[in-house]
Structure formats: structure tokens, C-alpha cells
């Protein structure tokens, strides 16, 4: 699979969805190939987690869950299917360990904060209550 349907995925299904927290813990672990983000599963012992459950846990509406925190996230949040996603089926390969992929989505994350800090104030309020709705 070419590099550039996971990130596409990333940017329009999973940024959207994924809350400041979140996507702050996704830049610090991505940026140090942090031995807590894993692939090839969910979770493993808690705090290691894939990229859907790194978010999921920074999220109100599935940081009560452990495992399968990145499952629900994924399924109810940003209404992907698990087994299908182009990011989990690419990350699940390499993980960390594919430069380009990491890089490409570190990328993605970073040009998502850089948008979310360019909105005023009023709007970034509203995008988070509409979240928790």
C-alpha cells in the first residue's frame, strides 16, 4: 500500500475526531518512536497502545475503556472499521519503525495543530463542546 492512502485517511477520518490531548500525546510519541506506541495490536500492558488507542484514551467519550479503547474510538468515533483502516493496516506492518509512515503522519499531526491554533478562540471552544455532544 502506497504511503499516501494512510495519511489521507489520517488527515480526513481520524484528525478530525481526535482531541487537543490527543493529538498532543500522538506528536510527543510519534516524535520519540516512543516504545509505548506498538503495532501489530490494540494495546499490550497498559500505557502501550497503537495510534487509535493512544488517542482513544485522550478522548471523553472512550478514555474509560482500556483494550479496546482504540477499537471503540475508531468504530464509534470517527466511524472507521477497525479492520479495514488504512492507517492501522499500514501501521500494523512497520509501526515506528517505517520512517516515512511516521514521519508522514507526524507531518499530519503537525499541520493539524498549526490549523487548530490559527482558529480564533470562539470557534476552538465550539469544536470541543461540539465533541463531548
Known sequence: MPISEPIAEFRAAWLPHVTNDGLSRIVELLEKASPLLVHGTFTRALP???LASHIAWNHPQT???DHEAGIMWLARVAGLNPATSAV?????RHGAGD??????LLEACR???????ARPAR????????ALS
Open 63 to 65: 478514555c474509560r475503556f
Open 123 to 130: 470557534s476552538r471552544i465550539g469544536d470541543y463542546t461540539a
Open 99 to 104: 520512517f516515512q509512515l511516521r514521519t508522514g
Open 48 to 50: 502501550m497502545g497503537c
Open 88 to 92: 492501522i493496516l499500514a501501521w500494523d
Open 111 to 117: 499541520d493539524e495543530q498549526a490549523m487548530r491554533a
